[in-house]
């Protein structure tokens, strides 16, 4: 069969391949078929029982899932080198043991199967492409592939390097450039066919085998570009040329689609028609507005007043570390009079602000956003970094894009910061980068070694848009001419019956099906509070978004709406912080019973170290139930509606059932009996002390009595002396005995004995020390 390129003008959609069937390779004891249900199976069956290689650890190297358990338990660092450090081992070893042609390329052809099947089951598309790039660099090396590849393997890895372009494909997809988009479309169709002209000309099995893969590929993203071309003329009024149903129909029954291609084609077909049954209705343009990216997180080791102390000392060192702070301001509330001043100072919002210097995303030519950035920390644990910036002229599918930028799983933009040469990309990564990392570095600057070790945990990312003012348009590509007013809209009922207000009624979601997903989305997800001011006033609630549309209010008064809304998504920080707490004093606890328990063991530490977790953990409660109660006290705000606002926030974000879970697990810690067990333990302890005290002392009377019965005369003196002699005797061993049990065995005691000289002159020299003290102050 030839797959011969396109000529400018022709329909490429209407293609249609001939019926491929391959020879079976020399030595292979199946036919190499493209697309062939059972073609795996025998490259999998082919490379254990032929060449040994160990095909599950080649498909594992693709799944980090339980590395990250293994690793990271906490799931709050990347894990990232340790993935492609292993993989990369596990290639070379697997690479090795493919000396033949045909075994080096069916290794190659079972590698891009474990990447397509990888990459339909994750979000983190850069670990995959790194995991190939890797591969490939590998078996280049190992196969001596750098001068004259061989044809058959050099055409297995660059299907490898077309799966790469397809996941790149898919990432500019998700940025939600159009630009970006149709560029790196078109750089797969090109792949495709130079690929397909390359397999055609090597032949064999393997060439066949690819070329067949590739045809299907390269007819599947044909059609994507078709159907990409007709959403963007019916988006802008236009009617498209494309009959989707019947060439979709046509086209699925000719060629051997996986369905995962079918259902991408599918969800482009979904969003035409749903554009198509919406072009009668008025689209949504959001004017002007504000977006807010908010990375909440908690810290441990160390309280608000140690932060602010070393954070602004480390701010004071002019060069230490990538992103420099350009300023630091004790209040950081615009909205600092909502807050109740007559409440304890050390437990209000405000607090500590460092501005950042302006963070800046590339997107792609076109586009380039700059955010303001700043860290805020409070006395109550409630701290963030902010990313926001003022957007205007935004439809549906530009603020979809918006919202979702901050995600892990977003597409791939450049962010820099000025003042670094550092570049990142993605935002989260520059909000990783600078709260686990450059953040714990400058708050432990100068600490204590014994003291605790400062941790950072991560809330859930939360996107926050302020919807200031919003027009209605007869579609995405309508502009405003000469002095043509388009009405604006007036509350946010009416926003939500224009086309497009699905995306402000749905969680920023991971956005990969289509350019138009946003036609598609349901608002199952969200919780809608009516009238927080006036009639019509709208504040969505989602999982990771919050939306205000208070329209036909001031600036200032949505502006109060914005500071509680983002004090409610940052308490996710802290109730991390707070969990962590719990985990870990439950671990040590743990660790302790268990420790006290074990030969040797200094239990009388252990129990002061108990005392000490224990007094810890009660000041611990009465920290978190003040804050509790801080939250839900009318006080808290000056204003009744602001808190009735609050309250409302609260139930909707599922702060209060996150709160409740916490008082729950708290209410258990607290009841837990442990120290109560340790203190048994330790007075059975003390027991034997008293024990082996009260026989020294009957030891004593007996002897004396003895001497006694001596001087009168009872019995003979060598009688006596052996009588006194057993029971001087049985005292020592008993005594020793109960000490050594006490100390926890004899290589204890041993130790316990030979520290206490050294425990003696520390305190002798405590002693003077104080005397002397006392000296000087009189």
């Given at each position: 069969?030839?797959?011969l390129?396109?000529?400018?003008g ?10 491929r069937?391959?020879?079976e390779?020399?030595?292979v ?5 493209a ?11 082919h ?24 690793v ?29 042609s ?12 474990s990447?397509?099947r ?9 670990m ?20 004259e ?9 660059r ?17 939600g ?7 790196a479309l ?18 064999g099995?393997?060439g ?35 009959e ?12 051997p689609?996986s ?32 977006i ?18 070393r ?89 979809h ?23 990142w ?42 919807v200031l ?6 579609r995405e ?6 002095d ?6 007036q ?38 509070i ?13 999982e990771?978004?919050t ?30 912080a ?20 074990l030969?040797?063991?200094?239990r ?66 607290m ?24 026989a020294?002392?009957s ?13 009168a ?16 005797a ?16 004899p ?32």
């Amino acid at each position: 069969m030839s797959h011969l390129p396109m000529q400018r003008g022709e329909s490429e959609v209407a293609v249609v391949p001939a019926p491929r069937s391959g020879p079976e390779p020399a030595g292979v004891g199946f036919a190499l078929v493209a697309r062939d249900p059972g073609v795996q199976g025998g490259i999998e069956a082919h490379l254990r029982e032929r060449c040994g290689v160990d095909t599950q650890a080649v498909r594992d190297c693709f799944i980090w899932n339980g590395l990250q358990s293994e690793v990271d338990p906490g799931g709050e660092l990347d894990v990232e080198a340790e993935f492609l450090r292993r993989a990369g081992i596990e290639f070379e070893r697997q690479a090795a043991l493919t000396p033949g042609s045909v075994d080096r390329a069916l290794l190659c052809l079972w590698v891009h199967h474990s990447s397509v099947r990888a990459w339909n089951h994750t979000f983190r598309v850069d670990m995959l492409m790194k995991c190939m790039i890797r591969f490939r660099d590998i078996a280049t090396r190992a196969w001596g592939l750098d001068g004259e590849p061989d044809g058959a393997v050099g055409l297995a890895l660059r299907l490898c390097e077309l799966v790469r372009q397809e996941i790149e494909l898919e990432d500019c997809l998700k940025t939600g450039s159009r630009l970006r988009y149709t560029e790196a479309l078109d750089i797969v169709i090109g792949s495709c066919a130079g690929l397909l002209h390359d397999a055609e000309g090597e032949g064999g099995p393997v060439g066949g085998f690819v070329g067949g893969e590739v045809a299907v590929r390269r007819q599947y993203h044909l059609v994507l570009r078709e159907l990409h071309r007709a959403l963007v003329a019916r988006s802008s009024g236009q009617r498209e040329k494309f009959e989707v149903r019947r060439e979709l129909r046509r086209l699925v029954n000719a060629w051997p689609f996986s369905s995962v291609e079918l259902s991408k084609m599918n969800a482009h077909r979904q969003a035409l028609e749903r554009l198509r049954d919406a072009q009668k209705d008025k689209w949504m343009r959001i004017d002007e507005g504000r977006i807010v990216y908010l990375f909440p997180f908690g810290v441990t080791g160390i309280d608000y007043e140690t932060i602010r102390a070393r954070l602004k000392r480390s701010f004071a060192e002019p060069g230490a570390g990538a992103v420099r702070p350009t300023a630091a301001i004790d209040h950081f509330t615009y909205h600092a009079d909502i807050w109740e001043p007559r409440l304890e100072r050390g437990k209000r919002f405000d607090g500590l602000e460092l501005i950042l210097p302006k963070v800046r995303l590339v997107v792609d030519g076109e586009t380039t956003e700059e955010l303001n950035a700043a860290l805020r920390f409070s006395p109550m644990g409630v701290h963030g970094l902010r990313l926001e910036r003022t957007v205007e002229d935004l439809y549906p599918g530009q603020l979809h894009a918006a919202m979702f930028r901050a995600a892990r799983e977003h597409g791939t933009v450049e962010v820099s910061c000025e003042g670094t040469e550092v570049t990142w990309d993605r935002l989260s990564r520059f909000a990783r980068d600078l709260i686990l990392r450059q953040l714990p570095e400058d708050l432990a600057a100068g600490a204590d070694p014994e003291a605790p070790p400062v941790r950072i945990h991560r809330g859930r990312s939360h996107v926050l848009v302020r919807v200031l003012r919003a027009s209605e348009r007869d579609r995405e590509f309508d502009r405003t001419t000469g002095d043509e007013v388009r009405p604006l809209v007036q509350d946010g009922r009416r926003l939500l019956e224009l086309v497009g207000s699905s995306v402000l009624l749905h969680a920023a979601p991971d956005a990969k099906e289509s350019l138009w997903d946003w036609i598609r989305l349901a608002d199952d997800h969200s919780k809608q509070i009516w009238n927080q001011r006036n009639q019509g006033d709208l504040l969505v609630s989602t999982e990771n978004t919050t939306v205000i549309a208070a329209l036909d209010a001031p600036n200032f008064i949505s502006g109060d709406l914005e500071a509680i809304a983002e004090f409610t998504a940052c308490l996710g920080g802290m109730m991390a912080a707070w969990n962590h707490r719990l985990d870990d004093y439950r671990a040590l606890v743990t660790e302790i019973i268990a420790g006290y328990s074990l030969p040797g063991a200094d239990r009388s530490a252990q129990v002061e170290a108990m005392k000490r977790k224990r007094m810890q953990m009660l000041e611990f409660e009465g920290e978190t139930r003040q804050v509790i109660a801080l939250l839900h006290s009318p006080g808290l705000l000056r204003s009744p509606s602001n808190s009735a606002s609050l309250r409302r926030l609260l139930t909707a974000k599922g702060v209060d059932e996150q709160l409740a879970s916490f008082s729950t697990r708290l209410n258990e810690v607290m009841a837990d009996q442990s120290e109560a067990t340790l203190q048994r333990w330790e007075g059975d302890r003390q027991q034997r002390v008293r024990d082996s005290l009260t026989a020294a002392v009957s030891a004593l009377s007996v002897c004396a009595a003895i001497s006694i019965w001596q001087a009168a005369g009872f019995w003979t003196p060598a009688g006596w002396g052996a009588a006194t002699v057993v029971v001087a005797a049985w005292a020592a061993v008993y005594v020793s005995a109960r000490w050594v049990s006490y100390n926890g065995g004899p290589w204890s005691t041993v130790r316990f004995l030979a520290a206490q000289p050294a425990r003696a002159l520390h305190r002798a020299h405590t002693a003077w020390a104080r005397r002397r003290l006392r000296r000087i102050a009189r």
